[in-house]
């Protein structure tokens, strides 16, 4: 079990966001222990906390919302402070939508450790997986199983004759996920680009922030970054995604060709499945992790 952390001093970024095209600015701000990550929409002056129960769309994203106000895009931001132990921090941004910057979380963790990372007074709970939680929604899988680490093993099938099949395994630690999970790119279809700005989304998409894949082959000039980018990308948003439950999970999560909207019942699923889990903290008497009533409610 290790301390909580925060960052040092603030940092700032901005760029556009990935669906509305919109630029925003993006400040990280420390945070006191047992805080955890909160959204600060200061244009509207709202806040919106990062737990399951704010998330209000995944379609093509995951959105978190409050007394409808929304932010778009958080799975790779949450990824990141997930990838690097961050477990408390204020995002305050002026805009609906995080910013894309090249589609990875890359430039996150750069701007994450240019504020420095701050270790807290206070030990960091975690989730231990101790009984299989299965779930199923419709061709998506996934299981939460009893392992001593962090792993994720993933597998995706798209039907395009250059991406097809890709499975991989790994054993999660800060060091493994900035090298191997944080530089995959978000990823599409040429044929779906159309459809998604038709519907108001990826007005921001372009080759400089998406991996694009055409009937011949990858458009964009750089090529991949990992020959398998397109699995590992998923991985990462997982990570974003299940970081929602607040802390990190210790188990081995499998996951079959799910998604934003599979990640996030399957992680409402896991925290209703009480049974199977338990919250390893300083204190040997809550072994169990229950959030108050107001904080999280089941749709």
């Known amino acids: 079990m290790r301390l909580q952390r925060t960052i040092k001093q603030a940092v700032s970024f901005e760029g556009i966001g990935l669906h509305t095209g919109n630029r ?19 244009d509207k002056n709202v806040i919106i906390r990062a737990n399951i129960a704010s998330v209000t769309d995944t379609a093509f994203a995951t959105s978190l919302g409050s007394n409808g106000t929304r932010i ?3 799975e790779h931001i949450l990824a990141a402070l997930s990838g690097l132990g961050i477990d408390n921090l ?10 894309i910057l090249d589609g990875s979380s890359t430039e996150l963790i750069d701007i994450i450790l240019k504020g420095g990372i701050a270790k807290q007074g206070k030990k960091q709970p975690y989730m231990r997986i101790i009984k299989p ?7 998506a899988e996934i299981a939460a199983l009893p ?16 991406l097809g ?14 090298k191997e999970v944080a530089p995959a790119r978000t990823f599409g279809f040429l044929k779906d680009v159309e459809y998604l700005r038709a519907n108001g989304l990826a007005k921001g998409g372009s080759l400089d922030n998406a991996v694009i894949l055409g009937e011949d082959g990858v458009m964009n000039k750089s090529g991949l970054r990992f020959k398998d980018e397109f699995v590992r990308h998923k991985i990462l948003d997982f990570i974003g995604d299940i970081s929602l439950i607040g802390c990190p999970v210790f ?10 909207s599979s990640n996030i ?23 169990r992790f229950v959030y108050p009533q107001k904080t999280l409610i089941f749709q």
């Open 24 to 42: 925003v600015i993006v400040k990280l701000k420390p945070a006191p222990r047992d805080t955890g990550i909160v959204f600060y929409r200061n």
């Open 72 to 74: 778009k895009t958080v």
């Open 90 to 99: 204020i995002i305050e941004i002026n805009g609906s939508e995080i910013p």
């Open 133 to 139: 939680v299965i779930f199923e929604d419709g061709h």
């Open 147 to 162: 392992y001593e680490g962090r792993k994720l093993t993933y597998r995706i099938q798209f039907n395009h004759h250059l």
């Open 165 to 178: 099949e890709q499975q991989l395994s790994i054993d999660l630690n800060e060091e493994n996920f900035i």
């Open 251 to 260: 188990g081995h999560i499998v996951a079959n060709k799910a998604g934003h």
């Open 265 to 287: 019942k399957f992680t409402k699923k896991l925290l209703a499945s009480t049974d199977c889990w338990e919250i390893i903290s300083d204190f040997e008497q809550a072994p």
